[in-house]
T-cell receptor
Framework: NAGVMQNPRHLVRRRGQEARLRCSPM?????VYWYRQLPEEGLKFMVY????????ESGMPKERFSAEFPKEGPSILRIQQVVRGDSAAYFC???????????????FGDGTRLSIL | RKEVEQDPGPFNVPEGATVAFNCTYS??????FFWYRQDCRKEPKLLMS???SGNEDGRFTAQLNRASQYISLLIRDSKLSDSATYLC?????????????FGTGTQLKVEL
């Protein structure tokens, strides 16, 4: 029973390039969340998606960052024109429950470590 | 004020000791509470949910005080393998949904 799958595990990009991070939720989970962990900091919420819908993007930077969760395929976090400050670990989590169901925990993938040269 | 506050530690304890971590949260509308552990900046793993009545899972006991907006985690008979960063996590329904808000974590080092 596969958990949350993220790829790639490590991604190196030069400044100005694009980074695409992928996340496949656990089987049966239709809710996906992206979090970012900067060096020496805690995890920060970025975006919450359900299939084909962005529910909450209050943690996403207004520029260069976008996320999608299409009907078929994994969720994608896309960062355009990357800068050094984008270097971080990006974690994806999934859950089976809709909002309002209380204590359903989120299960995390192994993360993608993004390094910007 | 941070939404979720924890003492960063580190807490250095000998094997077999009992250690307690505390956490406070600012949003009284928060609905659900969890403790996660994170090893060497790997993925966070759920340790336990926290219920108002308090709950226990083996050597781990979690408590929630809604009036004081305070959460605790007690680890008894600590093992070397308990060395990790413990994340206090709060889930609320303000701002649109299920987002988790993490504390910066408390580092525990269990020593021989």
């Amino acid at each position: 029973n596969a958990g949350v799958m993220q790829n790639p595990r490590h991604l190196v990009r030069r400044r100005g390039q694009e980074a695409r991070l992928r996340c496949s939720p656990m089987k049966g989970h239709s809710h996906v969340y992206w979090y970012r962990q900067l060096p020496e900091e805690g995890l920060k919420f970025m975006v919450y998606l359900q299939k084909e819908n962005i529910i909450d993007e209050s943690g996403m930077p207004k520029e260069r960052f976008s996320a999608e969760f299409p009907k078929e395929g994994p969720s994608i976090l896309r960062i355009q024109q990357v800068v050094r400050g984008d270097s971080a670990a990006y974690f994806c989590a999934s859950s089976p429950a809709p909002a309002g169901s209380g204590n359903q925990p989120q299960h995390f993938g192994d993360g993608t470590r993004l390094s910007i040269l | 004020r941070k939404e979720v506050e924890q003492d960063p530690g580190p807490f250095n304890v000998p094997e077999g000791a009992t250690v307690a971590f505390n956490c406070t949260y600012s949003n009284s509308a928060s609905q659900s509470f969890f403790w996660y552990r994170q090893d060497c900046r790997k993925e966070p793993k759920l340790l336990m949910s926290v219920y108002s009545s308090g709950n226990e899972d083996g050597r781990f006991t979690a408590q929630l005080n809604r009036a004081s907006q305070y959460i605790s985690l007690l680890i008894r008979d600590s093992k070397l393998s308990d060395s990790a960063t413990y994340l206090c996590v709060v889930k609320g329904f303000t701002g649109g949904g299920n987002k988790l808000t993490f504390g910066t974590g408390t580092q525990l080092k269990v020593e021989l």
